[in-house]
């Protein structure tokens, strides 16, 4: 039955939302949504699905030749799936709609050494608010990997499904060797019945090293298949790869996959029950005043809590008090005459890698802006405390 999951008195407010989205399309964030499906979370934190699983981020170091790399961060990459996009669901009971990020928000992070692995830290700024853009970068120093994104949203309503259209990208730096890596498309099904979940859909490349990785995503179609599932091509790029086979990886990303062709054909490839999963260790306590201001967890302490704890008025009234200072802040530069200035990154209206890189594989689009990191950690993060080894 339609609104099955809603609670009975959220039912109306659900299906406006519903009919507000589906006579929309752009930025989702604005849209006012009934309160069981608020998130506490902000978007913030989102980036630090990209390491839950820290062991693999740091194995990516340890390949020994250009294509172990390339199924090295392939099986990295696909580990981060279930974490980016069912994580809700297993801990909420839905997906649900996040809290939108002030321009400026801040996260910062890291997963601490152990075993040798190295530490890794988590850097994470919104850097335009109009549309929602989040910049983030993950480095491992002592094993020389990196990671700098950024991410935004175009959506839209097709079919009784929210479809969501990733803009950004990512570049993976390992060594000397850097990797573009494409975002998949999200179609938010379960709307109806107020339960939503994702599914993921199209294509996704990793380009760089002398390798292309193809990911073909699917979910459970009409007459077959099983949600999550995707197929992955590791080939040679034309003229580099030199004589070496193609790999072909099938399976569920939330679950386990296999070769399915190639040396390794038979093998696991990847087991998500077989990685353990670390959430980031969060820089500074949100209460005891050592967070700054713009730190998500400090400004977003209330109305986290008042969504945690079923007190919607504190939620509301606490968010309209951000949304305001906001307001007030852009009415302030405007007439100042002055700009919001980033504090970790640099815009860049082009990304001659993402360029380069992307026209060997016939990528669209075929070039992107890019928010290049300034190196500029905080201190806490570059002097590390209570690693335990
Ligand atoms: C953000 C970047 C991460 C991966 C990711 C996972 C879930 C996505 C989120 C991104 C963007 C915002 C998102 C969310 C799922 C639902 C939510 C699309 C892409 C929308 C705004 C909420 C819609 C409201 C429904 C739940 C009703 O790396």
């Not at 809700?88 to 910062?108: H, V």
């Not at 997963?111 to 989040?134: F, K, Y």
């Not at 003229?239 to 040396?263: C, I």
């Amino acid at each position: 039955t339609p609104g099955e999951a809603v609670p009975a008195a959220q039912r109306g407010s659900w299906s406006s939302f519903l009919k507000s989205i589906a006579s929309f399309s752009g930025d989702l964030s604005s849209l006012t949504a009934p309160p069981f499906i608020l998130s506490p979370t902000s978007l913030t934190e989102f980036p630090a699905y990209w390491c839950e699983r820290p062991d693999l981020f740091s194995a990516i170091a340890d390949a020994k030749d250009p294509q172990a790399r390339a199924l090295a961060i392939l099986r990295w990459f696909i580990s981060t799936l279930k974490d980016q996009y069912t994580s809700r669901n297993e801990l909420m009971g839905s997906e649900k709609k996040p809290l939108n990020p002030a321009l400026g928000e801040l996260f910062y992070a890291h997963w601490p050494d152990r075993n040798g692995r190295g530490q890794i830290n988590l850097l994470v700024e919104q850097v335009s608010h109009h549309p929602p853009v989040t910049a983030y970068v993950i480095e491992n120093k002592v094993k020389g990997v990196q990671l700098v994104g950024h991410n935004a949203q175009k959506t839209s309503f097709s079919s009784g499904s929210i479809i969501v259209k990733q803009i950004g990208h990512a570049v993976l730096t390992v060594g000397k060797e850097e990797y573009v890596i494409t975002l998949p498309k999200l179609r938010i099904d379960g709307l109806w019945y107020g339960s939503p979940y994702v599914e993921l859909t199209d294509t996704t490349y990793i380009i760089g090293g002398g390798f292309i990785s193809t990911i073909e995503y699917k979910g459970k179609g009409y007459f077959t298949g099983k949600s999550h599932t995707f197929k992955a091509t590791v080939a040679p790029l034309p003229g580099m790869g030199g004589s070496s086979q193609e790999h072909v990886v099938e399976g569920l990303w939330h679950e386990k996959s296999k070769f399915t062709k190639g040396p390794f054909q038979g093998d696991v490839f990847h087991d998500v029950e077989t990685t353990s999963k670390e959430n980031a260790t969060v820089i500074g306590g949100e209460v005891d005043g050592s967070q700054g201001a713009f730190e998500t967890r400090k400004l977003w302490n209330l109305v986290a809590k008042g969504i945690r704890e079923g007190d919607y008025e504190l939620a509301s009234r606490e968010k309209s008090r951000i949304e305001n200072e906001q307001r007030q802040r852009r009415k302030d530069e405007a007439a100042a005459g002055t700009k919001w200035e980033l504090k970790h990154f640099k815009h860049e209206d082009s990304d001659p890698l993402y360029e380069r890189l992307g026209r060997l594989a016939k990528i669209t689009p075929s070039e992107e802006d890019f928010y290049g990191f300034l190196v500029n950690w905080p201190e806490a993060l570059t002097k590390p405390a209570g690693n335990d080894k």
